[in-house]
């Protein structure tokens, strides 16, 4: 059964660094790439960047200064890092296959 | 950036009737590798998106047959026949053919 959950901080401070883990199971990620897209509070979805099964990565272009995806692929574990946040960054945030799956989101509050 | 313009922004529906939503994008969606990666989200309240049509008009597992995609090129249209209770809610189009991926802004489907 294929399954994603994010996990990581609900509150981070302006002008620090988000850390967030997609642990993903049912599915290697080595077979399966794995997208982050985050949606602010009644807005749209954004995608913000992918790692590929061989461990390479591309980012939205807007993001690319400030985030980075990496993996562990012995824990089944994506990580997103994004520094210099914003109360702008403050949003859902996902961690998805395209082929249909997705996990519950993780709310993230940029606020001191 | 490949730019999503989907519309309408809302679609008031009535329960039995049908809707339609358009998506355009602002470059060909057709890959070099021939197929077209155009994607159909649904997103309920304070749900994470669920995937309806993948590439242009497959319907994804369980998806119902009143569920339609069809389109090629830059121009694409999700109908929903016989409209249910459960189909209320955001669709998103996403084209995952060009890096950055990008979703269009989304449309309200709400009752009349």
């Known amino acids: 059964q294929v399954q994603l959950k994010e996990s990581g901080p609900g509150l981070v401070q302006p002008s620090q660094t988000l850390s967030l883990t997609c642990t993903v199971s049912g599915f290697s990620l080595t077979s399966y790439h794995v997208s982050w897209v985050r949606q602010p509070p009644g807005k749209g979805l954004e995608w913000m960047g992918v790692?590929?099964?061989?461990?390479?990565?591309a980012y939205n272009s807007l993001l690319k200064s400030r985030l980075s995806i990496s993996r562990d692929t012995s824990k089944s574990q994506v990580f997103l890092k994004m520094n210099s946040l914003q109360t702008e960054d403050t949003a859902t945030y996902y961690c998805?296959?395209?082929?249909?799956?997705w996990g519950q989101g993780v709310m993230v509050t940029v606020s001191s | 950036d490949v730019v999503m313009t989907q519309t309408p922004v809302s679609l008031p529906v009535s329960l039995g009737g049908q809707a339609s939503i358009s998506c355009r994008s602002s470059?060909?969606?057709?890959?070099?590798?021939?197929?077209?990666?155009l994607h159909w989200y649904l997103q309920k309240p304070g749900q994470s998106p669920q995937l309806l049509i993948y590439r242009v008009s497959n319907r994804f597992s369980g998806v119902p047959d009143r569920f339609s995609g069809s389109g090629s090129g830059t121009d694409f249209t999700l109908k929903i026949s016989r409209v249910e209770p459960e189909d209320l809610g955001d669709y998103y189009c996403?084209?995952?053919?060009?890096?950055?991926?990008?979703f269009g802004a989304g449309t309200k489907l709400e009752l009349k």
């Open positions: 790692i590929w099964t061989g461990g390479s990565t």
């Open positions: 996403l084209q995952s053919t060009h890096f950055p991926n990008t």
């Open positions: 998805a296959r395209w082929d249909g799956y």
């Open positions: 470059q060909s969606l057709v890959h070099s590798n021939g197929n077209t990666y």
